[in-house]
């Protein structure tokens, strides 16, 4: 009987946090071998090994580095199309579904805007004769941090109360914002932004260009541990190691702070673009420093959002946060100091915090929201069937995932090519559209491929697309395999991975596999992991599925502490290698924990 999606799904979520202690040095495979066949490279070794089986993921990051390097677009092109299929071969991302964004705002809520990055801008909204927004876009933020964040719900509330040197549109261009003017050199490698005059913080204090070069190099500083700290590497001067001056970095503000000049290392197509996104904007040093909890005995940096986790923080944007009430509530008033301070016509934006969809949505219903970001997927059907005015449907660039960390205790004794072909498996289990008809609901698109099919690719074209010079593994969809859920295929790349299946086409009890699965508490994620645990047990394979708050399973997925997880990509701009550089070595998005 096919899978039924009610409420009682919910008795099946252990509510629990499951620590799978990693193992050192596992590095992901690189192989160019579809499912069922072999690729074991020279050097490599297909005996069975203690403990989880190890490879080299240097050819990925040299990868990576070229493809920045070089100014050749064509080249480059071919080389992000090897860079996703490396990634990709690992089978350690499980593509569901590339993301829409639904929501639903009240009809008197106007002059608000949304971008192919999920973020929403609230600095010309009306709102009717109300001065106050009630809005939810999710659960407790792990980071408000410019700096730090890198979730899709904090840079909501960072875009709403900061302000970066360019910014985008209501059409979705980039504009300048904190600076007025920007001068390109000939051979695309310098920048030049004049700063507005009379930039203040919402303290009153002047802003200036100062305050970006001092915001970039704390960026950049690896005492500080920003998961997007990987943005900064296209500027010159960029620290290679841990060992390397920060402070070197090719950002200079000029003596009277009027100008901010940076040096590229090679020319960087999309770098207006980083300059929109929250890694990019200034913070106040002296906020920054001075909070108790910043330092350590030792002198060094303990804790870098300190100046952040009890609200009131100094910023520069359109609204100035003045409440921060933990697992509640974050209230944001109009900034008098911010220089479009006549655009702002709300006085106050408060989000109230929670992840309980069925909750939120009836707040909304009794009016005391009246913006939320979540709707529960049993409501979606009525929504659309009455084409409901207050339901908005968006596209994004992005993708839903499964993650599998390559360094799980569920790859124990396998070699690299068995623990291949145990993620391939589990992939080609998954029913996708049925999670897209019965969950998602919204036209999402199936996803065959980590990088989204609208992605332009640099020269001004799509992505993910056959050419001449590039054809994908499975050329009749343009991605890395078929959409079909394949369970025949499953159960023959489990057997080459060494399990035994019973004549009910299930794993016998002497060979079983076990599955961890985390996600973060959503009721359209836990009905996904509902459908991946149903299919998976066609294959006699089990899965528990452990449900945490939103800021634990971050800190989970990036700890890799878990086995498999949902996950999911908002593009931070319209270039693959934003979802290809997240998957460096070093990267601190990197949750899959290649080579690690």
Not at 52 to 80: C, Q
Not at 252 to 280: M, N, Q
Not at 386 to 407: A, Q, R, S
Not at 415 to 443: F, P, W
Request: net charge negative.
């Amino acid at each position: 009987m096919k899978k039924v999606l009610t409420i009682l799904l919910m008795v099946v979520m252990v509510i629990s946090l499951v620590a799978c202690a990693p193992k050192e040095g596992e590095k992901p495979p690189v192989t160019t071998a579809k499912p069922g066949e072999t690729s074991v490279k020279p050097g490599e070794t297909e005996a069975p090994v203690t403990g989880v089986a190890k490879f080299d993921w240097t050819a990925f990051d040299k990868l990576i580095a070229e493809i920045k390097s070089t100014n050749d677009l064509e080249a480059r092109v071919g080389l992000m199309h090897e860079a996703e299929d490396m990634l990709m071969e690992t089978g350690a991302l499980c593509p569901i579904y590339h993301y829409n964004d639904n929501y639903m705002a009240k009809t008197e809520l106007k002059d608000y805007y949304t971008t192919a990055y999920a973020y929403k801008y609230f600095e010309s909204a009306t709102f009717g004769d109300k001065d106050t927004l009630n809005l939810c876009i999710a659960s407790e933020p792990q980071y408000i941090d410019p700096t730090l964040n890198s979730s899709v719900d904090g840079a909501v509330m960072t875009v709403n109360s900061f302000s970066g040197l360019v910014t985008y549109n209501k059409a979705g261009e980039l504009v300048p914002d904190c600076a007025e003017k920007i001068d390109i050199s000939d051979d695309g490698m310098t920048y030049v932004f004049t700063m507005r005059d009379g930039l203040k913080w919402s303290n009153g204090e002047k802003l200036d260009a100062g305050d970006f070069e001092y915001s970039l190099k704390r960026a950049a500083n690896p005492e500080v541990g920003a998961d997007y700290r990987y943005m900064l590497d296209c500027i010159e001067g960029w620290p290679e190691d841990d060992t390397e001056d920060f402070e070197k970095l090719a950002v200079t503000a000029s003596a009277d702070g009027k100008t901010l000049t940076i040096k590229l290392k090679a020319v960087t197509a999309y770098f207006l673009d980083l300059c929109a996104f929250p890694t990019y904007f200034p913070v106040n040093q002296e906020n920054v420093e001075s909070a108790e909890g910043y330092l350590g005995a030792d002198g060094k940096i303990k804790d870098p959002a300190a100046w952040t986790q009890n609200g009131g923080y100094v910023s520069n944007g359109p609204f100035m946060n003045t409440s921060w009430e933990h697992k509640a509530s974050m209230t944001f008033e109009r900034n008098p100091y911010f220089h479009r301070a006549e655009n702002v016509k709300l006085e106050k934006l408060h989000f109230l915090l929670s992840d309980d969809d069925t909750t939120i949505f009836s707040a909304y219903k009794a009016g005391d929201l009246d913006f939320i970001d979540n709707v529960p997927p049993d409501e979606i059907k009525e929504l659309l069937a009455t084409n409901n005015p207050e339901f908005h449907i968006v596209d994004n660039l992005g993708t839903y995932f499964v993650i599998f960390n390559v360094k799980s205790e569920m790859f124990e004794g396998k070699t690299v090519e068995q623990a291949h072909k145990i993620r391939r498996a589990v992939s080609m289990a998954i029913d996708r559209q049925y999670i897209v008809d019965t969950v998602g609901q919204t036209g999402q698109r199936l996803a065959n491929s980590f990088i989204p099919p609208t992605m332009l690719d640099g020269t001004g074209k799509e992505f993910k697309q056959n050419t001449a010079k590039y054809t994908y593994p499975d050329e009749a969809s343009a991605g890395y395999f078929p959409y079909e859920q394949d369970l025949d295929l499953a159960r023959q790349l489990l057997t080459e991975a060494g399990y035994e299946f019973g004549d009910d086409g299930k794993l016998s009890a002497t060979t079983p596999l076990h599955i961890n699965y985390i996600l973060n508490t959503n009721a359209g994620h836990a009905a996904v992991a509902q459908i991946i645990y149903d299919d998976l047990a066609e294959l006699g394979i089990t899965m528990e599925i452990s449900q945490m708050d939103w800021d634990t399973t971050l800190a989970e997925r990036k700890a890799g502490n878990f086995d498999v997880a949902r996950h999911g990509w908002i593009a931070d701009f319209n270039d693959p290698i934003n979802m290809l550089e997240m998957w460096e070595t070093s990267s601190g998005n990197n949750d899959a924990q290649f080579g690690r």
